[in-house]
Structures are given as structure tokens and as C-alpha cells.
């Protein structure tokens, strides 16, 4: 699976929406984008995935650049229980499980 | 419905001695995975299976090993505990291993080996 790059941390404000970024300019034509948060002391949760179109569920929106080459999870209005580390990893259609790599995912602080 | 089950929550192993972490999904998910999580980083995956009686090496396999006997248990055995061992372990399964799906995943087991 192709490699990802995120920041390290972002801060946002509660009420407020959160766009996290994530780059993957080695995506290739059959990599899913999937996204993944861990709060605190807990294993990891499912948050969205797309493959070309953006996508929107119950907890958040995934746009995905034209080339894409990046993309970006928005979280429409932050709450304190959002506090958590965010992960972007691609997944090739195939099920390249051997390389599946969460990367150490953004740190999102979520403050009154 | 439980999901994923995991045990023991925590564990404290003398190095040299062995040691089988338990999970069990009850989603009838064809693959499961094992990953470990050292302390502030990201997830690794130890081991996968892409249905019962078949398993894969993932990114970090050496000293682990699974078995894969049924669609529900994915054990994962340390025959011989190292201190570089220690971290928190998940479980995770998914319908199957195409990119699009989902993975599921249980609530962690700490496990410090001294």
C-alpha cells in the first residue's frame, strides 16, 4: 500500500469544523482512501473511505482531490469526544493486507 | 453484539516464557488481523488471515506466529517473550481483504514483558 503523510497535530475550537489533510502522491488508480481514528486508550474506529467521489456519512465528509493525490476529512462541527488520532491509509482493491501500515496519523485536539 | 473480544485486557510476562493472546469476532468476518501499537506510534500488522485456515505474514511477524482454525478465533502466540515485545496489541477483522473494507477492531491488550 502507498505511503501517506499527515501533520503531526491540529488544534480547533468545539462547534467549530476540522479539516485534516492528508497527501498520497503515490496513490495508485486502485487504492481505496480510508480513514480511521483511536480515542484515547482504545483500538482504532472506522470513520470513512472513498475511492474517487467524495463521500458522506453520519460522522464525517472525505473530499478527495481530482488527481488524487490528497485528501481531506472533514468533521463538520467538532466536540470534545472527537479528540483523537486520526489515520489516512490507502488500501489497494486487491487486499494488500501484508503492507497495512496506519502511519503515526494526526493528534487532533479539540479545546472549549 | 459484542464484535471483537480480546483477552487478557492486560498482561505482565516475565522474557523467555510464552504466551497465546485470545480473539474472537462473532461478525462471521472472513479475515482477521493482529497489529501491535508501541507506545506513540502507529498500528503494525503482525499477522493477518484472509478466512479460516490460512494465514499471512504482515509487517512485523518475527517471534509471533497464529493459527487461523475456525472463522471466529485468531490467536496470537509469543512462544518466547521478549522485552521489545511489550506494547499494546489489537485484534481486527473485516469481511474480507479488498481495499473497501472495513476493518473492526477490539479494545487492545497491554502486555509488558520484563
Known amino acids: 500500500d502507498a505511503k501517506t503523510t499527515q501533520p503531526n497535530s491540529m488544534e480547533s475550537n468545539e462547534e467549530e469544523p476540522v479539516h485534516l489533510p492528508c497527501n498520497h502522491s503515490t496513490i495508485s488508480g486502485t487504492d481505496y482512501i480510508h480513514w480511521y481514528r483511536q480515542l484515547p486508550s482504545q483500538g482504532p474506529e472506522y470513520v470513512i473511505h472513498g475511492l474517487t467521489s467524495n463521500v458522506n456519512n453520519r460522522m464525517a465528509s472525505l473530499a478527495i482531490a481530482e488527481d488524487r493525490k490528497s485528501s481531506t476529512l472533514i468533521l463538520h462541527r467538532a466536540t470534545l469526544r472527537d479528540a483523537a488520532v486520526y489515520y489516512c491509509i490507502l488500501r489497494d482493491v486487491a487486499g494488500t493486507a501484508s503492507k497495512l501500515t496506519f502511519g503515526t496519523g494526526t493528534r487532533l485536539q479539540v479545546t472549549l | 453484539t459484542a464484535g471483537i473480544t480480546q483477552a487478557p485486557t492486560s498482561q505482565i510476562l516475565a522474557a523467555g516464557r510464552s504466551m497465546t493472546l485470545r480473539c474472537t469476532q462473532d461478525?462471521?468476518?472472513?479475515?482477521m488481523y493482529w497489529y501491535r501499537q508501541d507506545l506513540g506510534l502507529g498500528l503494525r500488522l503482525i499477522h493477518y488471515?484472509?478466512?479460516?485456515?490460512?494465514?499471512g505474514k504482515g509487517e512485523v511477524p518475527d517471534g509471533y506466529s497464529v493459527s487461523r482454525a475456525n472463522t471466529d478465533d485468531f490467536p496470537l502466540t509469543l512462544a518466547s517473550a521478549v522485552p521489545s515485545q511489550t506494547s499494546v496489541y489489537f485484534c481486527a477483522s473485516s469481511e474480507g481483504l479488498a481495499g473497501y473494507n472495513e476493518q473492526f477492531f477490539g479494545p487492545g491488550t497491554r502486555l509488558t514483558v520484563l
Open positions: 461478525m462471521r468476518h472472513n479475515a
Open positions: 488471515s484472509n478466512t479460516a485456515g490460512t494465514t
